[in-house]
């Protein structure tokens, strides 16, 4: 999909998000007229400065009428663009033939053999890029039998996200969980994998019609207690460069990419893909994540070694992170915080209002924040209703 010069007039899905952020952040500079959306009015990419904003029923729980209402909103807003950054893009590309105008986001089949963890591991093996040695298993009996397998081990569904569920016997997180508390069927199986020992890697890449235009790798240097990433690093690593390439050339793929790996002192170790944007894009220079939107890029751009982003919203509140004072004090100040660009600081002030809201709902609920943060954005994989159009 070639969007063109002329597109100018964006909207942009998931406010909530960090990487909507991030991605408005860059479309500003580029002359960008931008629309931004959500479910949730505390949502932060909504209050950036000079955005319009909108408030539409989340994605999950209808995903046609969701589909219907982005579609209204680009017809009157006469968008010439829609950039979907997180798990919503998964139903707007399933139902993208609703929409009036292109979608940066990947093909549902695409999204089909990455987002689930068994098909990724599959596709690596057909593509020889290394996994884990992986058992995949559709009952409690079945895990228990691959468990004795190996050493060391990590398990978690086909489905996930954010380490919300897992199960490991290596680790701070070795004996939070027991089998009895994993539930694999056979629509929602689960991966148990030899744990792979290493540094923990990020790749975000965006990618046109199979062909990787701007890439960064980078590593979590700190963070939460739940194993999301508060602080991140682009480091260099050419082995994941030729990933990414290897996946997108493959489905031909459009829109952004993200892998999880391990580099090993033997090579890289991938472990999972994302279909989406990351917090990566904030490490990606603004003018030519912009221009690599709306225009395309000739050639691969690379972002180089040593440049680092944090969120500084969530080191300083003391429930994130293990960190003393201190340390907090110190990290604030050691590298730019992610979502403050251009004088645009009411983004990372809704962070705060957005986070509190979610963790008062968490509790009053008795459910994990996460599931109150994204559950009605995410897809477990399971049929997608048809639509008569």
Known sequence: MTVGASARKVLVTAGRCMPAIGIVHALKPAGARIDVLDSIGAAPALHSRGVVAHITHPPAPDPILYTDEVAQIARERDVDLIIAPFEESFFLSRYRHRLPVPLLAPAFSAIQQLHNKAAFVRLCEQLGLPVPQTRIVTSQEAMRSALGEFDTYFARPAFTRGGAHQLTNHGPHGTSHSVEDCHPTEDLPWLVQAFAEGDETCILALARDGTVELIVTYEPTVAAKSGFAVRFTSIDDPAAVDIAKTVCGHLGYTGFIGFDYIRTADGPVLLECNPRATGGCFLMDQATLGRALLDGLDGLTVVPPGHSKQYDS??????????????????????????ISQLDVLPFIYSFVLRSKISQEAFRQHVSVTDIAFGDTTWNGLPLPDDAS
């Open 314 to 339: 969530y080191i300083a509140d003391g429930h994130t992170t293990d960190m003393s004072v201190a340390q907090v004090v110190r990290t604030l100040f050691s590298a730019p915080d992610a979502l």
